[in-house]
């Protein structure tokens, strides 16, 4: 296979990605293709099983080992209503104080270790983008649990690992006004 899912004792991951050249290559365009078919697959329950990968919602180029900036997103949010987002070069231009964090805490596809405690993020962001799924420029105001995914896979581009935003001294504390998402 071409791409490959890499973990995180990888040194690759904490690395920092390249912006991309628009208009988009012909690789990067396949590249932005496979990870849309990569999450639409971990969500199909027999695949997933088959392959043994996990349901994803979001995955970073830098998790297949494609240092560049680059992110895909795709989770149901109605009955017949989904997130999709292919983001090239995205950039957030502003984000609430307040901050949320998942209840459950985290995860990530390319992180098999179980990191307990609570990642602590802007409850609110405002991000601009190249979408190449609606092949235009974009702003998205995202808040809650989109907003969440938006920064988990953000901060792939800049080599972060949600565990690193875990209080190493006090993981279940909750800050200031956080909101705590179930
Ligand atoms: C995920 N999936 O994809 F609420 F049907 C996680 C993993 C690490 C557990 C696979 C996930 O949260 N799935 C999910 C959640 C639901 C309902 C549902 C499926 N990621 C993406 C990732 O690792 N990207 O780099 C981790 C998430 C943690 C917070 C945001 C992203
Ligand atoms: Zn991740």
Do not use: W
Request: hydrophobic share 35%; proline share 3%; with cysteine.
């Amino acid at each position: 296979m071409k791409y490959k899912l890499i973990k995180d004792n990888n040194p690759k991951l904490r690395k920092k990605s390249e912006e991309v050249l628009i208009p988009l290559s012909q690789e990067d365009k396949e590249t932005l293709d496979f990870m849309l078919f990569y999450l639409k697959k971990s969500q199909d329950i027999e695949y997933a099983q088959k392959h043994n990968i996990r349901p994803g919602v979001g995955l970073a180029a830098p998790q297949l080992g494609i240092l560049k900036r680059m992110f895909v997103i795709y989770y149901q949010v109605g009955e017949n209503e989904y997130k999709i987002y292919q983001l090239v070069n995205p950039k957030i231009i502003a984000f609430s104080n307040q901050l949320a964090t998942l209840e459950g805490g985290e995860g990530c596809l390319s992180v098999d270790a179980v990191h307990e405690g609570y990642v602590h993020r802007h409850n609110s962001i405002q991000l601009k983008a190249y979408d190449y799924y609606s092949k235009k420029d974009i702003i998205i105001n995202a808040d809650g649990y989109d907003a969440i995914v938006l920064q988990h896979e953000y901060d792939h581009l800049d080599g972060i690992l949600f565990y690193d935003r875990i209080d190493k001294d006090n993981p279940k504390a909750i800050k200031k006004d956080e909101v705590i998402i179930k």
